[in-house]
């Protein structure tokens, strides 16, 4: 079974910075591309970034709103994404999502299976 | 970016109604398109892929349809299972971008 969950959600500062996983098990995980998306409370889906799997070299991808902050990663021995969030803004406050992304052998389609969330509020 | 328009923002109806939802990309995005729905409080659940596929699991009654700027997601029968909020994602080019979300609301 899929399952993705999410973890270092928490209250921080405006201009601080923190690190959130996403342990991931009952798939290959190196095969697979995955995605962070996160949701302000009350808004919609915002897209974050996306890691692409190991044999496109874990490559990333992210939005203008997060680029230059945000980096993701991956650790293939512990099977967990990670995005580390730097000078975090009060509009950065929301609920952060790790999805695997479903992909063909051409296209990809966003998240298939998705984790619970974790809620990162920024805020003095 | 791309930009992905969804109408209406809201919708009434009732059990077993036919809704239909659709969602215009400002640029073409051949059938890179998928639909999710999100209930209060949970995750996006994955509906239809490709803007036509359905995904795994997901019953029959939801079909998408479209390609290029135009796309629409039908419930041929609306279930009370079936009110939450949808969104429509398109994944052809970086940064991908989500329409603003269709609330499915009671009658």
């Known amino acids: 079974e899929v399952q993705l969950v999410e973890s270092g959600g928490g209250l921080v500062q405006p201009g601080g910075s923190l690190r959130l996983s996403c342990a991931a098990s009952?798939?290959?995980?190196?095969?697979?591309?995955m995605d962070w998306v996160r949701q302000a409370p009350g808004k919609g889906l915002e897209w974050v970034g996306r890691?692409?799997?190991?044999?496109?070299?874990?490559?990333?991808e992210y939005a203008a709103s997060v680029k230059g902050r945000f980096t993701i990663s991956r650790d293939e021995s512990e099977n967990s994404l990670y995005l580390q969030m730097n000078t975090l803004k009060t509009e950065d406050t929301a609920v952060y999502y790790c999805?695997?992304?479903?992909?063909?052998?051409?296209?990809?389609?966003?998240?298939?299976?998705w984790g619970q969330g974790t809620l990162v509020t920024v805020s003095s | 970016a791309i930009q992905m328009t969804q109408s209406p923002s809201s919708l009434s109806a009732s059990v077993g109604d036919r809704v239909t939802i659709t969602c215009r990309a400002s640029?073409?995005?051949?059938?890179?398109l998928a639909w999710y729905q999100q209930k209060p409080g949970k995750a996006p659940k994955l509906l239809i892929y490709?803007?036509?596929s359905l995904q795994s699991g997901v019953p029959s009654r939801f079909s998408g349809s479209g390609s290029g700027t135009d796309f629409t997601l039908t419930i041929s029968s609306l279930q009370p299972e079936d009110f939450a909020t949808y969104y429509c994602?398109?994944?052809?080019?970086?940064?991908?971008?989500f329409g603003g979300g269709t609330k499915v609301e009671i009658k």
């Open positions: 999805a695997r992304v479903l992909c063909t052998s051409t296209t990809c389609y966003g998240g298939d299976y």
């Open positions: 009952g798939f290959t995980f190196s095969d697979h591309y």
């Open positions: 890691s692409r799997n190991k044999p496109n070299t874990y490559s990333t």
């Open positions: 640029q073409g995005i051949r059938s890179g």
């Open positions: 490709a803007a036509s």
């Open positions: 994602l398109q994944d052809y080019n970086f940064p991908l971008t």
